[in-house]
């Protein structure tokens, strides 16, 4: 079992990036931080025959997961862009759309109070379409977590805790779903 790690948080200091790396030590199976950071936005123009390079390298590494965590700041009540983009590029693969039953959980992050729920449910909204497969249970919220992690950059025993659990419940659903 492979998972594929997507932040869409684009800035190198990201709290959800730190929160990625954190699951990627907790998670029992192999997994990855996909790049995304220079895919540039989806646009027909540049798909088909002369595939942009981005877009293909993208859509490869994607086939070698066979599950995704995604992580997710909020921005205007909705989720980061850059994922948007991610899955758009995903469903119109030249073999078809590689998300089809494919599990898949939201982990969201912000420094306000309500840990990025709002972008969290806009992303599973978009599940739906393509075919993804989400975690309902447990909810993966977390609010100020510039205060989830110590003066030396380590997130807090707690949350380790909590995250110790939501990866482990996601194993669980993918095996149940893969
Ligand atoms: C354009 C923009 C819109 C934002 N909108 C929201 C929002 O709707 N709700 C929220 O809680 N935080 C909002 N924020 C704050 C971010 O969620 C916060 O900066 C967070 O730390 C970003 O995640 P990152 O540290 O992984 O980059 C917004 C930030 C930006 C840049």
Known sequence: MKIGLIVGSLRKDSWNKKVAEVVKELLPVESDIIDIVNVPLYNTDLDG????????RLREELKKYDAYIFF??????????AIKNVIDIGSRDPEGNLWAKKPAAVFSASMGGYGAMAGNHALRQSFVYV???PMQQPEIYLSKVQELFDEN?????????????ATDAFVEHVKKHA
């Not at 025959?49 to 293909?56: A, F, I, L, T």
């Not at 997710?72 to 862009?81: D, I, K, Q």
């Not at 950059?153 to 659990?165: D, H, I, P």
Request: charged share 35%.
């Open 49 to 56: 025959e002369n595939v942009n390079e981005e877009y293909k």
């Open 72 to 81: 997710t700041p909020e921005y205007n009540r909705s989720y980061a862009p």
């Open 131 to 133: 075919d993804l497969i």
């Open 153 to 165: 950059g380590q997130m807090v025993e707690r949350t380790k805790k909590f995250l110790n659990k």
